[in-house]
């Protein structure tokens, strides 16, 4: 299992639950941190490869970039399960994952009903990600139908706590009037709320999207107004009970149709 990172609970959480998953099934699993370094990732999938792994497991740094990886894995015979992000292209088993698109829709509702009327500001994730571009698209397509909400300001900050606090700074100096935020992750969100100060929850509302227990610690505190909670546990459990499926099966000629987990709104009131 190649993981984008394990600077991130979320990621952390993935870990555990496959950890847990790969220990009931009686399989050997090995994880690596690609440390959000995509060339990391391409040689810690080659190094699979050349294990001989069984099945590999890849939660992409970048969509596009893990594309030869995929590729090479595909000429060796060996299925590939995508976790959280989807390659851009070659073959998967299936793509195991959040309802990104549902996710983005749901923060959208939330947030328009948090706010009312007014301007927001959206915190977008890393480039190149499916994550990033599912969620934002299920946010655009949403926010839409509430005229009265207008977005000001989308900028990415790659899904990290201290560049969202630095992007979050930056856009409240452009936009000193910003009622609402969503962040398109909880570590995101994070960094918007100690941007935002006392602001943070009271007179600008604030979406996250994951459920870390720091994310949702934060929902409880009434910094973030609502989460878009994700299942890394199951995320993580449901990726390896795939690998297992698809170690006895022959590889697939295509990609197969992604594996939704599903998400749900969790606010102060839970």
Known sequence: MSLSTLNNPFFVGVRDGAEREAAAQGVALSVTDAGSDATRQANDVQNAIARSSDVIVVNPVDSDAIVPSVNAANAAGIPVIALDRAPSGGIVVTTVASDNVEGGRLAARQLARLVGAGPVVVLEGTPGTSAARERGEGFNSEI????????????????????????????????????????????????????????????VKVVGFDGTPQGLAAVDAGTINADIAQQPEELGAEAIRQAVAAAGEEPPEESGAPHKVPVRVITGDR
């Open 144 to 203: 839409a139908k509430f005229p009265q909400i207008q977005v000001v300001a989308r900028q990415p900050a790659d899904f990290d706590r201290t560049k969202a606090l630095n992007v979050m700074s930056n856009l409240l100096q452009a936009h000193p009037d910003v009622r609402g935020v969503f962040a398109a992750n909880d570590e995101m969100a994070l960094g918007a709320v100690k941007a935002l100060g006392a602001r943070a929850g009271t007179d």
